[in-house]
């Protein structure tokens, strides 16, 4: 038997140790999962499948602060985001409940030929059948929530893989589900090497692949899928910001620091790259920097730190490398730039890293933000285009035409307006496009996905 090793990222520390399953196992689950989407007689009813949710929404909020303290030790996200994740986890649970309601078919007009005459139709929406999600670390109970619980709603059975750093959130969030009375076959959880989930979710029998993490990996993954298993992949960005002359810099700085270190920069959509009007920078880095030096930078579990630890230790290396490469291709670090144990590195700011490092090409997944800066709006939006990804992008401006001129012209999924490009809420539409990944994800967009249109056409002399 595999047994995995769960550590803290903060100190290392052992916080539990969880049986991994084997491949006889994880064929049990996939074949539980087949047989209960195969036996129509089983399937949830709506308003059973309602029940489920509200109660495991219920019990959630009873003991928020269990799933936060979970969440933290695990994850290494501090205390007070980690909290506000779970309060979105617990709200995305009820979202999926009440948009069960929402999902439905429509009315196909015919008679509009001759062909079409003395007939009817109608569509519905059905479960797309074995759903197989695999997961990222860095949010692990939300993330989590956002990969079972559409499924859940819909009715199609789901196995989730968690993160190997983070499975105690989803270990305990699924045996929530089974409190509330879901049962067992409708969501199993696989704590698996990834060799056996490549196994799994390239079966026959499974129809929807979720994956959040490693575009190298989703990418590869998704063209080993069996034929007609739809998926959605969500990998990650840059997130370029333009800051025109005109920007509020009293709320633009402290939405930009906030969605730069938010989770150690550990986020899909984290900022990275700022192009700042050159009539501004000045102001903005004399703010930037200082409001950057005031965070704080430890303990997740310290209800004031800001900033927590890179969860994987390798990470911390290739940032510091990362950092030294920009320097020595001509940026400047402005603050931080050196780790301060084996999992923090601190919050570091360049300026004007030469447009082929790798902190200028590449999502550093880190607490590293680069400043650039631009005198012309055309300008700014070639070198926020200039990369093969398109995920969540922002301006900030007082001006209409050019709020709107960026948000037609900038290569992105979302564009915020003077807003971070982190601002997220999980009833709106929620992924990449290019390399950034492919499908929609939020709550009510992924039970979309998961579902399957059937048409239905009635024939009658009397119509």
């Known amino acids: 038997m595999n047994i995995l090793e769960v550590k803290s990222p903060f100190d290392g520390h052992l916080i539990k140790k969880i049986s991994m399953i084997a491949a006889e196992e994880g064929e049990q689950m996939l074949q539980k999962a087949y047989d209960i989407f195969n036996n129509r007689k089983a399937w949830l009813s709506k308003h059973r499948r309602i029940a489920v949710l509200e109660k495991t929404a219920q019990l959630m909020s009873e003991r928020v602060e269990e799933l936060t303290k979970i969440a933290v030790e695990e994850g290494g996200k501090p205390y007070k985001d980690s909290k506000a994740e779970v309060l979105r986890a617990i709200n995305g649970v009820k979202l999926a409940a009440e948009h069960i309601g929402q999902l439905k078919g429509s009315e ?15 569509t519905i929406r059905e479960p797309i059948g074995v759903v197989f999600s695999i997961s990222a670390f860095n949010h692990p109970l939300n993330l989590i929530v956002h990969q079972t619980v559409p499924a859940i709603a819909v009715g199609s059975p789901v196995i989730i893989k968690p993160a190997s750093s983070t499975p105690l959130s989803c270990i305990n969030f699924v045996n929530i ?42 990418w590869y993954l998704s063209s080993k899928l069996s034929s007609g298993t739809r998926y959605a992949l969500e990998h990650g960005g840059v997130a370029p910001v333009i800051v025109e002359a005109d920007a509020d810099l009293d709320e633009a700085v402290p939405d930009l620091v906030k969605g730069g270190f938010y989770h150690a920069g550990q986020v899909c959509v984290s900022v990275q790259k700022i192009f700042v009007h050159e009539s501004i920078l000045n102001d903005f880095i004399v703010r930037f920097v200082e409001q950057t030096k005031q965070l704080k930078t430890g303990n997740p579990l310290n209800k004031d730190t800001d900033v927590g630890p890179i969860i994987i230790k390798e990470e911390v290396e290739r940032i510091e490398e990362w950092v030294k490469e920009a320097e020595e291709s001509g940026g400047k670090v402005l603050c931080g730039g050196k780790k301060i144990s084996e999992s923090l590195f601190e919050p570091t700011v360049i300026f004007e890293p030469s447009e082929v490092a790798k902190v200028s090409t590449e999502e550093v997944f880190g607490p590293v933000v680069c400043i650039y800066t631009y005198n012309n709006t055309d300008e700014a939006l070639k070198r926020a285009n200039a990369l093969p990804f398109a995920f969540q992008a922002a301006v900030y401006t007082k001006t209409i035409d050019t709020a709107l001129k960026c948000s037609h012209e900038l290569r992105a999924s979302s564009v915020m307006i003077n807003d971070h490009t982190a601002f997220r809420v999980d009833w709106m539409p929620f992924g990449g496009w290019d390399d950034s990944g492919i499908g929609v994800g939020g709550i009510p967009y992924s039970m979309n996905e998961m579902t399957r249109e059937k048409l239905t056409v009635i024939k009658s002399k009397f119509l």
């Open 108 to 122: 196909i007009p015919l008679g509009l030929t001759p062909a079409s005459e003395g007939r009817v139709a109608f």
């Open 177 to 218: 589900l089974y409190e509330a009375g879901l049962p067992k076959e409708y969501c199993q959880v696989a704590v698996c090497k990834s060799s056996l989930a490549e196994k799994l979710v390239t079966d026959r029998r499974v129809n929807y692949m979720s994956f959040i993490g490693s575009a190298k990996i989703g």
